[in-house]
């Protein structure tokens, strides 16, 4: 299998035999900080890695399988070889033959049968907040020690990133360390932190270099997926809890200053490149932003996946808008409904921007050369575009790329090149971890652009964005709704449904979700929440964002925080 270049998305590498039913086995975690591996399925993966990469057409032909769909009832069995590590979508390899490309004809309870069999994969971030002392840092460790005493240990501690991981990998294998220290080699992995527990939902703990804790529950059905979550969520909540610790779901923080926590020479270097080129907006997005993170299948073939993708960019601005949470940045309050968006419209554009600027062009028009290849095009120009942040040194640690230098510049050779040598194949997996675009192809899709969500809300975006795409019926009407407001994904922050068109968008989209979760049956409490939450917020052109600023306005940011991380309760 040829390999690919998939940036890891929580440093996950996972094992363990997966079924129509969900996973049978637990992930294997390894902590990759400082330590990034690209692979082959040949025996020699390391070569494979080494293999120099001399024009774009080479950046075309590996992101080619970085956009082939990961299906989880037809690769079973090839994922539990060597040559195929990870699973579906964050673990959520969903089932084939539902989603945007069903036929026009289908009848409603084909499209319920169909949707049921997909899963999906959630992955929650969290800020750790001394409820006592809300305006200090939490380090990591001292949130670790306080969930090892509570529940015991298995599994290594990770500190991960927002950036995606320290793990770029191609896909197709993971043979073990990979090649030694030295030019283009990965620096060698620090030492791990004490064990982590693990949950009875299946859900893997990690930190990001600012200390926010993420949990990264494994590939279920919707219903199943949100409960074995929550359970999990519980869990940790409590063993926080019993230590004067607790978790708030804000996009931003609104009151501590970002602080990175780890060490590791990732990160060393990934500050060190923002502070270069970019300001403060990376190191708060590094270390004070949280989000909700829904990983879908990307569809059952080339053209299915071509439409969850255009779907994907389409929904970015309603979505955006629908559950805005951080009316705030990290330093003073502002207009926006989603401060963590601001923060991120600020980094580079070429790292943040979308790999489909316009979801209403044509595929065809995608690849202006012509053939059937329009996504791995896209994919490929984005990484050739995009500024480098890193690269590895002679020494195998890390090293920040100081100036404006594109993969391109080093493909080509020249003075704004960053290094003599010619980039390989692993150069462009380590590239593909710093870019972090709002939608992200991994062999599923990632959606990146939601807020992390106050109290309770968290099961309400992941419930809308799945079905949207899972139920054919309503992800034909979704993209139908969503196309006028394409593009509009900085209006959409700044506004909200304020927005008249992006309120009729959003109106459009939850009803259709309801529509869709009535027609699958499942958990009538799902279905309830999300009905509930359109008649508190969407149908009233609000967003969790003008409850939380009025709290702001009202208690402050300390108090806000404190509120958040001792009860779980809806926002008043």
């Known amino acids: 299998m040829p390999p690919r270049v998939t940036p890891e998305a929580s440093g996950r590498r996972q094992t363990s035999r997966t ?98 069999t997909r899963r999906v994969g959630i992955e929650l971030e969290w800020l750790v907040v001394d ?46 360390p990979g090649p030694g220290p030295g030019p283009g080699a990965g620096p060698p992995a620090p030492p791990t932190s004490p064990s982590l527990p693990s949950l009875p939902g299946g859900s893997r703990l990690t930190f990001e270099p600012g200390g926010q804790l993420e949990l990264s529950g494994p590939p279920l059905p919707l219903a199943d997926a949100v409960a074995a979550m929550r359970g999990d969520l ?75 993708f255009r779907l994907a960019h389409a929904l970015e601005p309603v979505l955006i808008a629908m ?22 419209a600020r980094i580079d554009p070429s790292r943040t921007g979308p790999v489909l600027p316009d ?32 690269i590895a040194g002679d020494d195998g640690e890390y090293q920040a790329v100081g100036h404006r230098a594109t993969f391109g510049d080093w493909l080509a050779g020249g003075r704004a090149a960053p290094s003599t040598r010619r980039p390989t194949r692993q150069d462009l997996g380590w590239h593909a971890t710093t870019l972090f675009p709002p939608v992200r192809p991994r062999g599923w899709l990632e959606l990146r652009y939601l807020d992390a969500q106050p109290s309770e809300l968290w099961p309400v975006p992941v419930a809308v964005a799945s079905v949207l795409f899972d139920d054919p019926l309503a992800a034909r009407e979704a993209l139908a709704a969503s196309v006028a407001v394409a593009g509009r994904a900085r209006l959409a922050a700044r506004l909200g449904l304020r927005d008249p068109a992006l309120h009729r968008a959003a109106v459009r989209c939850v009803d259709l979700a309801v529509e869709a979760l009535t027609r699958a049956g499942g958990d009538p409490e799902l279905r309830l929440a999300v009905e509930a939450f359109a008649d508190r917020y969407t149908r009233r052109r609000r967003s969790p964002a003008d409850d939380l600023s ?23």
């Not at 002392?133 to 990133?161: F, K, Y």
């Open 19 to 116: 079924s129509p039913n969900g996973p049978t086995g637990q992930p294997e975690t390894t902590d990759e900080a400082a330590r990034i591996k690209i692979t082959s399925a040949s025996a020699s993966s390391d070569e494979s890695a080494a293999a120099e990469l001399r024009s774009f057409d080479d950046l075309v032909e590996l992101a080619t399988h970085d956009v082939t769909s990961t299906d989880a009832r037809t690769s079973t069995d090839a994922r539990t070889s060597a040559d195929a590590r990870t699973e579906g979508p964050a673990g959520s390899g969903a089932g084939a033959g539902a989603g945007a490309g069903a036929s026009a004809g289908e009848g409603a309870a084909e499209a319920a049968g169909r949707a049921d």
């Open 550 to 572: 009025l709290r702001l306005a009202a208690r402050g940011p300390a108090e806000l925080l404190r509120e958040e991380a001792s009860q779980c309760v809806l926002v008043p």
């Open 234 to 308: 519980t869990l940790v909540r409590g063993a926080l809890a019993r230590h004067g610790l607790g978790l708030a779901g804000l996009g931003v923080d609104p009151l501590r200053p970002p602080r990175r926590h780890t060490a590791a020479s990732r990160y060393v270097a990934m500050e060190e490149h923002f502070r270069a080129v970019g300001g403060e907006a990376g190191l708060t997005m590094m270390c004070s932003t949280a989000s909700v993170q829904v990983n879908l299948d990307s569809g059952a073939d080339v053209a299915q996946t071509v439409e969850r």
């Open 359 to 390: 979801p209403t062009v044509p595929p065809t028009d995608w690849n202006p050369r012509g053939g059937t290849d329009h996504l791995a095009w896209l994919w490929a120009r984005y990484l050739r575009d995009a500024h480098l942040m890193m």
């Open 131 to 176: 409820v006592a002392r809300p305006s200090r840092s939490v380090p990591p460790d001292e949130t670790a020690a306080a969930l090892v005493e509570a529940l015991g240990t298995t599994g290594a501690l990770r500190t991960t990133g927002a950036l995606g991981t320290a793990g770029a990998s191609v896909r197709s294998a993971l043979p073990g």
């Open 323 to 344: 559950f805005a949470a951080s009316p705030m940045p990290a330093d003073q309050p502002i207009a926006w409904q989603s401060g963590r968006q601001e923060v991120w």
